[in-house]
C-alpha cells in the first residue's frame, strides 16, 4: 500500500509542456492552510512574444471564453493580490507564488496565454491544500540486514521559499550526528520536494526500533511519520550458570538463553568447549561431577535463515591442586656470566602461591618464586633442576628435570715449547698448546706468532721452520663455544750480530790530511750480547777492536774498510765504507803524448797528472821562460807544435785545500824533411847573394879609386861644371818654396843611385880641356862622381838639425843654365841646387 502511496505522489509531479506553446509547469501542487506555493512555469523561446496570460481558479470553458477567479492577470494588477509573478523583469519566466492559501483555493488551476498573433491556449494544474501539514514520507530499502550500512530518505511534495521547513530524524528518540543526515529541496518544474537522507549501520539491537522523520516550521514541529525497522540477524545467546567457580566432584549447570533471532531459530541448542569443533546438543548442559580436565569456555549456537549465532564464552573453573608441573625451558644452554631464567609451569585452579626448586635433587633454600634466576650464571651451578607447585587446593608432584648446561671457555690454556733450548735463529721450534677444562671440549685452535704465514694454522701442534732472528713471543687460542688465549711465550731467539755499519765519530764533517780521525763499529742488536770486533782495509785484516784511531791521518790511510763483529751464534760485516782524505794536489807531473821529441807542425799533447782529494780545480801552465800559458784545463795541446816552441814545461794544480807543482818537463821538436830542404836551399842562395855581393863590391871599390882620380883632377882651379854631393837620406816632406828647396828628394831612391843632371847655356864655356863632349840635341851634360864617404867640401842641401850620419851613395845632380844669374824658368821636375864654395 505504501509503495503505491509514493508511486502516486510520484506522478503528482509529472510535468506538463505544452507541446505546441512550449510552456512548462508542474501537474499538481501541494500545500496546507496558512503556507504558501510556488508555481515554477518556463516559457520556451521558440514562440511569439506573450500579450497577455491569467491564472484562473477553476476556469469554465463558455461561449468560446474561458471564465473563473482570477488569481493573476498580467495585463490587469487589481486581480488577487495574494498572486505574484516572481521575476516580472523577464518576460519568458511565468513562475509565481500564492500566499497565505486557504483550504478554499484548492482546486483546478488553469493558465492562459495568447500572444501577439492572438494565439490562445489553456493549460490546468490541480492545487491540493490540506487544512494541516502532511505527515513526510519515509522510504526504506526493501530487506534490512545487520552489518549493513543504509540510507533511508525521507521528503515531502512542497517547497516554498516564504515558508520554508526542515526535516528531523529520531531513532528511539535519539538525534542522529549531523554527518549522518544530508537535506535538501528542489523547485524545478519536474519535482518540487523538501528531502532528507539518513545513514546508519545496522546491528541486531535496531530490530523493533522506532524510526521517525518529524515536519518542522520552526518553532513548531508539524507532523511526523513512524515506521519500525525489521533488521533481519543471527540469533544471540547468553550462557548462564549456577557457578563457575567449583571444586573437583561438584555438579555444574549451564543454561542457554535466547535474546533475540530474526527470524527464528532452527533445530537445537548447542554447546561449545574450548573451542572446539565437537557439539554438545541440547539445553541446559549438565555436569553431575566435574574434574579439572572439565575448566575451560564454554558457549552455545543456534542457527536461523541468516545463520549461525554464538554466545559470548563463559569460564568454567574447576578448583584443584597444581598438577603437570613442568620446568620451562626444556633444556637451559648458557654461556658462564650471562643471565638464566627457569619458569615452573603447572596446571592449577586457583594459581599456585608457593614454588620450591631443586638442583640435582636437593631442595634450593630460599627459592619460593615461580621463576629460578641466575642474574650471573657460573659454572658450578650446571646441573639438573625441578619444581613443586603448591596453591590453597593443596602441593602438587615434583615436576621431571631439565639440565641447565653452563658453557665456559678454556681454561688453563698454555704452550709448550717441545725443542731444545737455546733457541737460534734457523732452527726448527715445535709447538703444542694445551688446557686443564672447557665446557663444551676446545674444537678449535687458533695461533698468533707475528709471523704472517703461520697465523692460519688451526692445530693443536705448530711447526716453525727456520725461526728468523725476531720471532719475539707466540699465543695460542684454544676454543669451544668461547675462546681463551694464553700467555704469551717468549721464544728468545739467539742471532748474530744485526745492522752493523761503520759510524764516523770525528770529525763530523770533511776527513783532510793530518786530521784526527775515529771510527766505530756499531750494531742495533745481538743475541746474546757479548761480541767482539775485527776490521779489514781493501779485503786485509788490519785491526782487533771496536775502533780505529788516527791522531794525524794520509792520503795513504784511505781506502775502503768493513768492520766485523761476532757472537757465539755467529759473524756479520758491515758495509765497505769508503775513507776519503782530502789533501792538496801532490805528485804533479807533465806526460806527453806522442813522447817529448816530436817533429814540427804535428799535435803534442801535455797532460798534467796530479794525485788530489778533491779534484783539481783548475789548472796552469808555465812554458820555459816561466810565463803563463793562456790553458787552465789538465791538458795542454800544441797544435801545430813548431821548433821554437821547444823547451822546459810545468803546471800547477789547484784545489780548495792548496797549490802543488810538477818538476820541468823537456818538450824537443826537430825540423821535418820538408824545412830542412827549405833550409839547405835558402842557406846555398845566402852563399850565393855573399858571392855576388863580394863581387860588386869588388867592382865597386875600382869605381872608387877611378873617380878619386877624378876628384883630384877637378881640385885645380878651372871652370869645370863637376861637384860633389853627399846626400843624407834624411826623409823629409817635399816642399815648392825654391829657396828652401836644396836638393831633389826622391823617396824612393833610398839606397839606390840617383841621378842629376847638369845643363848648361847654349855657347857657354864652363870647362876647358874637358874629355866630355857636350851633345847638342839636349844641351846637357851629365857628370857622374863616386866619392867615399868622409866630409865633403861641397853640400846642395841647408843646415838641418843633427841627424844621425846615414850611409853615403852616389847621387847625380841636374844644374841648368849655369853661369849666368838669370835662371831660366824650370822644367816641371827640375830642382835648383846652389853650389857653395
Known amino acids: 500500500m505504501r509503495l503505491l502511496q509514493l508511486s502516486f505522489l510520484a506522478a503528482g509531479c509529472l510535468v506538463l509542456c505544452l507541446g505546441h506553446w512550449d510552456v512548462c509547469l508542474p501537474k499538481d501542487l501541494n500545500a496546507w492552510e496558512g503556507t504558501c506555493v510556488q508555481i515554477p512555469c518556463k516559457i520556451n523561446m521558440n514562440i511569439g512574444n506573450l500579450r497577455r496570460f491569467v491564472l484562473y481558479h477553476k476556469p469554465q470553458y463558455n461561449n468560446m471564453m474561458y471564465q473563473g477567479t482570477v488569481l493573476f492577470d498580467k495585463d490587469n494588477s487589481s486581480e488577487d493580490k495574494r498572486t505574484q509573478l516572481l521575476d516580472p523583469r523577464r518576460e519568458r519566466n511565468c513562475s509565481m507564488i500564492i500566499r497565505k492559501l486557504q483550504v478554499s483555493d484548492a482546486g483546478e488551476l488553469g493558465l492562459r496565454t495568447i500572444d501577439e498573433k492572438d494565439d490562445k491556449w489553456m493549460e490546468k494544474m490541480n492545487l491540493t491544500v490540506n487544512a494541516s501539514a502532511p505527515s513526510p514520507h519515509i522510504q526504506l530499502p526493501l530487506q534490512l540486514e545487520e552489518f549493513q550500512e543504509v540510507t533511508v530518505t525521507c521528503f515531502l511534495n512542497y517547497y516554498c521559499s516564504e515558508y520554508p521547513v526542515s526535516l528531523l530524524w529520531s531513532l528511539e528518540g535519539q538525534r542522529p550526528l549531523p554527518d549522518q543526515v544530508q537535506d535538501s529541496f528542489s523547485l524545478e518544474v519536474q519535482k518540487i520536494s523538501t528531502e532528507s537522507k539518513f545513514t546508519l549501520s545496522l546491528n541486531w539491537t535496531h530490530h523493533g526500533k522506532k524510526l521517525a522523520c518529524q515536519l518542522w516550521h520552526f518553532p513548531e514541529k508539524l507532523s511526523e511519520e513512524i515506521v519500525q525497522l525489521d533488521v533481519k540477524h543471527t540469533p544471540k545467546l547468553t550462557v548462564v550458570a549456577s557457578s563457575l567457580k567449583v571444586k573437583e566432584g561438584d555438579s555444574v549447570t549451564l543454561n542457554c538463553l535466547l535474546q533475540s533471532s530474526n527470524p527464528k531459530i532452527r533445530g537445537s541448542v548447542f554447546w561449545i568447549k574450548d573451542e572446539m569443533s565437537d557439539r554438545k546438543t541440547g539445553e541446559p548442559l549438565i555436569l553431575p561431577r566435574v574434574t579439572w580436565q572439565d575448566a575451560g569456555s564454554y558457549r552455545c549456537g543456534a542457527d536461523n535463515e541468516m545463520g549461525q549465532g554464538t554466545s559470548e564464552p563463559v569460564t568454567l573453573q574447576i578448583l584443584y591442586p597444581p598438577k603437570d608441573s613442568r620446568v620451562d625451558p626444556g633444556r637451559v644452554v648458557k654461556s658462564e656470566n650471562q643471565t638464566v631464567e627457569m619458569t615452573c609451569q603447572s596446571s592449577a585452579n586457583p594459581l599456585p602461591t608457593n614454588y620450591s626448586w631443586f638442583q640435582d635433587g636437593k631442595l634450593m ?355 869645370q861644371g863637376s861637384f860633389f854631393i853627399r846626400n843624407k837620406k834624411i826623409r823629409r816632406p817635399h816642399s815648392t818654396t825654391a829657396p828652401q828647396s836644396l836638393g831633389y828628394y826622391n823617396p824612393a831612391a833610398e839606397e839606390r843611385i840617383e841621378y842629376s843632371t847638369l845643363q848648361f847655356p847654349p855657347q857657354a864655356q864652363y870647362l876647358e880641356n874637358s874629355r866630355i863632349n857636350l851633345q847638342t840635341e839636349d844641351e846637357s851634360v851629365t857628370y857622374s862622381v863616386l866619392q867615399k864617404s868622409h866630409k865633403g867640401d861641397y853640400e846642395n842641401v841647408a843646415p838641418v838639425e843633427v841627424s844621425p850620419p846615414e850611409e853615403e851613395s852616389l847621387h847625380y845632380s841636374e844644374l841648368i843654365h849655369f853661369g849666368e844669374r838669370k835662371r831660366l824658368p824650370a822644367q816641371e821636375g827640375v830642382e835648383y841646387v846652389t853650389l857653395k864654395h
Not at 367 to 376: A, H, I, M, N
Not at 407 to 431: A, F, S
Not at 455 to 484: F, G, M, Y
Not at 529 to 552: A, D, F, I
Request: aromatic residues 10%; contains cysteine; charged residues 20%.
Open 365 to 719: 633454600p630460599g627459592e619460593t618464586k615461580q621463576q629460578l634466576r641466575f642474574q650471573v650464571v657460573k659454572r658450578q651451578q650446571s646441573g639438573q633442576y625441578a619444581c613443586q607447585a603448591e596453591n590453597s587446593e593443596g602441593r602438587g608432584q615434583v615436576s621431571a628435570a631439565v639440565r641447565l648446561d653452563v658453557w665456559y671457555p678454556p681454561t688453563g690454556v698454555t704452550v709448550t715449547i717441545n725443542n731444545r733450548t737455546p733457541i737460534q735463529e734457523g732452527d726448527t721450534v715445535k709447538l703444542s698448546c694445551s688446557y686443564n677444562q672447557s665446557n663444551p671440549s676446545v674444537n678449535r685452535y687458533s695461533w698468533r706468532t707475528q709471523l704472517p704465514q703461520y697465523d692460519s694454522i688451526r692445530s693443536k701442534s705448530l711447526t716453525i721452520n727456520s725461526i728468523p732472528w725476531n720471532a719475539k713471543s707466540v699465543t695460542c687460542t684454544a676454543c669451544s663455544a668461547h675462546c681463551s688465549s694464553s700467555s704469551p711465550v717468549h721464544l728468545d731467539v739467539q742471532y748474530a750480530p744485526r745492522d752493523v755499519k761503520i759510524i764516523l765519530i770525528t770529525p763530523q764533517s770533511d776527513i783532510r790530511s793530518g786530521d784526527q780521525v775515529h771510527l766505530q763499529c756499531d750494531f742495533s742488536s745481538s743475541h746474546p750480547r757479548n761480541v767482539g770486533y775485527s776490521w779489514t782495509r781493501n779485503g786485509k785484516h788490519v785491526y782487533e777492536g771496536k775502533s780505529l784511531n788516527w791522531s794525524s791521518i794520509s792520503p795513504e790511510d784511505s781506502g775502503l774498510y768493513r768492520c766485523f763483529i761476532y757472537n757465539s751464534v755467529g759473524k756479520t760485516q758491515s758495509q765497505e765504507w769508503d775513507l776519503k782524505i782530502q789533501y792538496a794536489p801532490r805528485h804533479l807531473q807533465v806526460s806527453i803524448i806522442p813522447g817529448d821529441t816530436v817533429m814540427e807542425k804535428t799535435s803534442v799533447v801535455l797532460s798534467c797528472e796530479a794525485d788530489a782529494n778533491p779534484a783539481i780545480d783548475f789548472y796552469t801552465w808555465f812554458d820555459w821562460k816561466g810565463q803563463k800559458m793562456d790553458n787552465f784545463g789538465p791538458k795542454l795541446t800544441l797544435w801545430p807544435v813548431m821548433t821554437h816552441q821547444s823547451g822546459a814545461y810545468w803546471c800547477q794544480g789547484t784545489n780548495k785545500l792548496g797549490t802543488g807543482e810538477s818538476q820541468p818537463t823537456i818538450l824537443t821538436v826537430y825540423y821535418s824533411p820538408e824545412t830542412i830542404g827549405r833550409r839547405t836551399a835558402l842557406g846555398f842562395g845566402v852563399c850565393l847573394a855573399l858571392l855576388i855581393l863580394a863581387f860588386t863590391g869588388f867592382q865597386f871599390i875600382r869605381c872608387w879609386k877611378k873617380i878619386r882620380g877624378l876628384q883630384d883632377l877637378q881640385a885645380q882651379p878651372s871652370r
